[in-house]
């Protein structure tokens, strides 16, 4: 079983859909959990980042973390045409562990 | 500022012969992090700068791989008699002093093709 897991997709979705994308983990000892945006042939970008439980909102996007079920979510309001890109989950320990684990990434597809 | 930088973008090269992939980390950032994402895969990290401290290199998948770093700055990551199964996204990332694993900036990305 993998550290991280999360469903590769694709998923399509309408344009102004609510897209809910997910990563279940393993590992009780990881803190920081993060999310990626990743275009075609492009590097990952940093969207959000979470520390423990809890949720955080930044316009159109909500990160979830439930830690009991070790289960993090993201959230995208009002999707667009330009949020079609490859999500990836990342997540890393406290204390010396700065080296975070991925998720192999849901590509993501809004179609106008 | 300038984001991460790396050369070559894509590099095509035949079986058994050796590359060398640059990355430019952006300045002051003392952390620099390699990784390799296959088609459809994940990131799988590779070596870990930071600092003057010793690299952790527990990533690297084989002794054909290998990453120097000169202080702060420019890293190189040599594959040495190459395989097919290591065409991929070669990615480097960096991050300043203070923060954590996720405050990480990426480069694009060198493209390997191994023939």
């Known amino acids: 079983q993998k550290e991280v897991e999360q469903d590769p997709g694709p998923l399509s979705v309408p344009e102004g859909a609510i897209v809910s994308l997910n990563c279940t983990y393993s590992?009780?000892?990881?803190?920081?959990f993060m999310w990626y945006r990743q275009y075609s042939r492009k590097g990952p970008e940093l969207l959000m980042y979470?520390?423990?439980?809890g949720n955080k909102e930044d316009g159109r996007f909500t990160a979830q973390v439930d830690k009991s079920s070790k289960y993090i979510s993201l959230f995208i309001r009002d999707s667009q045409p330009s949020d079609s890109a490859t999500y990836l989950c990342a997540m890393s320990g406290s204390g010396g562990s700065y080296i975070p684990t991925f998720g192999r990434g849901t590509s993501l597809i809004v179609h106008p | 500022g300038a984001g991460v930088s790396q050369s070559p973008s894509n590099k095509v090269t035949e079986k058994g012969k050796d590359v060398e992939l640059r990355c430019d980390p952006i300045s002051g950032h003392t952390a620099l992090y390699w990784y390799r994402q296959r088609l459809g895969q994940g990131l799988e990290f590779l070596i870990y700068?930071?600092?003057?401290?010793?690299?952790?290199k527990s990533g690297l998948p084989s002794d054909r791989f290998s990453a120097e770093r000169t202080g702060e700055s420019v890293s190189t990551l040599t594959i040495q008699r190459t395989q097919q199964e290591d065409s991929a996204v070669y990615l480097c990332a960096s991050s300043s002093p203070g923060t954590l694993s996720y405050e990480q900036y990426f480069g694009p990305g060198t493209r390997l093709t191994v023939t």
């Open positions: 590992n009780s000892a990881f803190q920081y």
């Open positions: 979470t520390y423990s439980s």
């Open positions: 700068f930071q600092g003057n401290s010793a690299p952790d």
